[in-house]
């Protein structure tokens, strides 16, 4: 079933289809953490139905965001919420599997690539690989490693490259980031609540720069009254 969503952002709306894979809070927190300076190009991968690319067009001055799906009812409903928000001259999508970026984009295009990419490894029995929401879910078409290897072709020297991801694939995803020089740089840990342990990270490396990891402070999701914090809720607003 189709839905329409208020995004909260400069009256942005996004396309989504309850049979498809939805954004959650994980996708508005990576868009307020990227860093995307004024005038820069965008990759987001793994973009599923555009919910990054939408959103920093509101939250950004980006020049151009392109999002990269390989699923194509996802590609479709992306094409669709930039048709309705008409934001085509600054938004756009490729549907390809990222692995063959190279047939669409030449190296050093980006000055900023983003990624909530699929969480799961493992073993977890017989995944479908014509099942959407497990190819938005698990390691099937793309693993970290892949997605650190397209944003280290796709990225310019000193280019900023920011994904969110579980906890428990901090070390995989540090290791990949450094095999690819994106020397991870900034880090924020998500808490669910202020006493609880983190189930997320948000992690940004920069093409080719030098170690020195920053931690930034908690981001904490919800208050003790179970509603969304304060800063989280400016962050739902496009305030960061």
Known sequence: MERIDDLGVKNLKLIQDTELFCFGTDAVLLSSFATVKPGAKVIDLCSGNGIIPVLLSGKTKAEHIIGVEIQKESYDLAQRSVLLNDISDRVSFINCDANDIKTHLPSGYADCVTCNPPYMNGN????????KKAIARHEITINIDDVARIAAYLLKFGGYFSIIHRTERLCDVICAMRKYKLEPKRIRFIHSY???APKLFLIEGISGAKSALKISEPLVIYGENGKYTDEVSRLYKGEN
């Open 124 to 131: 977890w029995g017989f995944l479908s690989p014509s099942d």
């Open 194 to 196: 202020a006493n609880s």
